[in-house]
């Protein structure tokens, strides 16, 4: 019974949880103090601008909201070792990464993204709808992380 479920095999689903929460926080920071710092220089010039320039915030939060998710499925399914397998510690372990990372990818995008899209936003109007439709696609960076997730740890 030990050479099947060791005694360490939580510790991979805890590193899952909080790989998922941890990565995904950080692209959602990176995101919103990127499009942050774009909004307060393009408020110096369109101040009337600013509540239409929030969008970028707004989908960087939900990226640490994916994260949030799969944490909390995976510390939902950590038993103790006697009843928590070795492949289902690697499992919640790939779930965690692939949502954290494609958050941490996905908040960079957003963030780089919102920055620019905002400050172009204020000198022409016009390309408020192009920013939107490419915050839309990294936005769904980190979607396909939840998805996979959600896909991974249904196999667990």
Known sequence: MA???PMYTPFFGIMGSSSAIILSALGAAYG??????????????RPELIMKSIIP????????????????LILNDIH?????SLYRGF????SGLSVGFS????????????DA???????QPRLYVGMILILIFAE?????????????????
Request: charge should be positive; charged fraction near 10%.
């Open 32 to 45: 919103t103090a990127k499009s942050g710092t774009g909004i307060a220089a393009m408020s110096v010039m």
């Open 140 to 156: 769904v960076l980190g979607l396909y992380g939840l998805i996979v997730a959600i896909y991974t740890l249904m196999r667990s």
């Open 80 to 84: 103790g070792p006697e009843k928590y």
């Open 57 to 72: 915030v707004i989908m960087a939060g939900i990226i640490a909201i994916y994260g949030l998710i799969v944490a909390i």
């Open 117 to 123: 899209g905002v400050r172009g936003t204020a000198q």
């Open 103 to 114: 958050g941490l990818a996905a908040g960079f995008a957003i963030g780089i993204v919102g």
């Open 3 to 5: 050479a099947e479920n």
């Open 91 to 94: 499992l919640h372990l790939g």
